[in-house]
């Protein structure tokens, strides 16, 4: 069983700044495919950006250049630095691992409104 815990959701301005953290159980952080995923109201939820357990990111189009993954294996901690907000970035953000299947974390809501 893999147990992922998000932090770091909240209400922040456009253009503002935010890091969203994913505490993991384990050592799943260094050993899996691990990433971020959002979901907005009325949509489905999409892939904003995963690292291979190998280090290989990929970003979602509308979050390149805006949005960074990166690990901390000591701490078994993945992050997610979001800058540049826009609105439409406002949406609930899962942790997501795969490790025989699917795991996700509980979501943080972002919010980016004036």
């Known amino acids: 069983q893999v147990r992922l815990v998000e932090r770091g959701g909240g209400l922040v301005e456009p253009g503002g700044s935010l890091r969203l953290s994913c505490a993991a159980s384990?050592?799943?952080?260094?050993?899996?495919?691990v990433g971020w995923y959002r979901q907005a109201p009325g949509k489905q939820r999409e892939m904003v950006a995963v690292?291979?357990?190998?280090?290989?990111?990929n970003y979602t189009d509308s979050v390149k250049g805006r949005f960074t993954i990166s690990r901390d294996h000591a701490r078994n901690t993945l992050y997610l630095q979001m800058n540049s907000l826009k609105p439409e970035d406002t949406a609930v953000y899962y942790c997501?691992?795969?490790?025989?299947?699917?795991?996700w974390g509980q979501g943080t809501q972002v919010t980016v409104s004036s």
């Open positions: 384990g050592s799943i952080v260094s050993r899996a495919t």
């Open positions: 997501y691992t795969y490790w025989r299947c699917d795991f």
């Open positions: 690292v291979t357990s190998g280090g290989t990111t």
